[in-house]
């Protein structure tokens, strides 16, 4: 595990990203594949079958993609088996890739072990708030109306995502001015700039998705930056 590399890239900022459709879903757990190669597992609740639903969703993602790492959201998960904690606990901790651990105030029960069992072991990095009993290594602060909104589609811009976004944005770069070579083309044409030999204008390529929800955001770019520095051997 990376474990040496997890506190270099504690302060690291969201990036951007993209959706698979590649999803493993269960009854304990959602799975797909973000930024075309980091696993995503949402677990709904740690019970009895949570390790080997795990073991399948992560198969059926490998299966297709060259997985560089795995974000464990936990947030809004409970569960009363402490044994299944245990057992999906060590199943991370045999692993060679980075770990990114997502939890919330509404974390608790057997979830909440895992995340704490998880960060003492120093097998993943904790992010986003802090539970009853465990304080994040990175916190993200977000209401509690878009933090639902947010894990129900990380996709989907809210007032807070977006004010955020803007706001790092500027205190980071200097302003760009990104008018596509397409769209400058058309301007001319307007203009009656175009000549006969000027190629037609090529239609502009749509916006990549960008990922709204900071906490998962921040774990993705941690996996990204530790895959760089440490290539997993798995």
Request: some cysteine; hydrophobic content about 45%.
């Amino acid at each position: 595990m990376t474990r040496c590399f997890l506190s270099l890239f504690a302060g690291l900022l969201a990036a951007g990203g993209g959706l698979r459709a590649d999803t493993a879903d269960s009854a304990l757990i959602k799975a797909a594949v973000v930024e075309s190669n980091v696993a995503y597992l949402r677990v709904n609740e740690v019970a009895e079958k949570l390790t080997p639903e795990i073991r399948t969703a992560q198969h059926a993602l490998t299966a297709t993609n060259q997985i560089i790492g795995t974000v464990l959201d936990l947030r809004f998960a409970d569960g009363n088996d402490l044994a299944a904690a245990k057992a999906a606990a060590a199943l991370f901790a045999s692993r060679k890739q980075p770990l990114a651990i997502l939890v919330n105030s509404q974390t608790r029960g057997a979830a909440a072990a895992l995340a704490t069992t998880l960060r003492e072991s120093r097998d993943g990095l904790v992010f986003g708030s802090a539970t009853a009993d465990l304080k994040p290594d990175i916190m993200v602060t977000v209401t509690a109306q878009d933090e639902r909104a947010l894990f129900k589609n990380p996709y989907e811009a809210t007032a807070q995502s977006v004010t955020n976004a803007t706001a790092a944005t500027n205190s980071f770069s200097p302003f760009i001015d990104h008018t596509s070579e397409a769209d400058l083309v058309r301007s001319k044409i307007k203009d009656g700039e175009q000549d006969e030999d000027s190629p037609p204008a090529q239609p502009s390529e749509p916006q990549k998705p960008f990922i709204h929800d900071p906490v998962l955001a921040r774990a993705v770019d941690l996996i990204k930056a530790l895959a760089v520095v440490h290539p997993s051997r798995s």
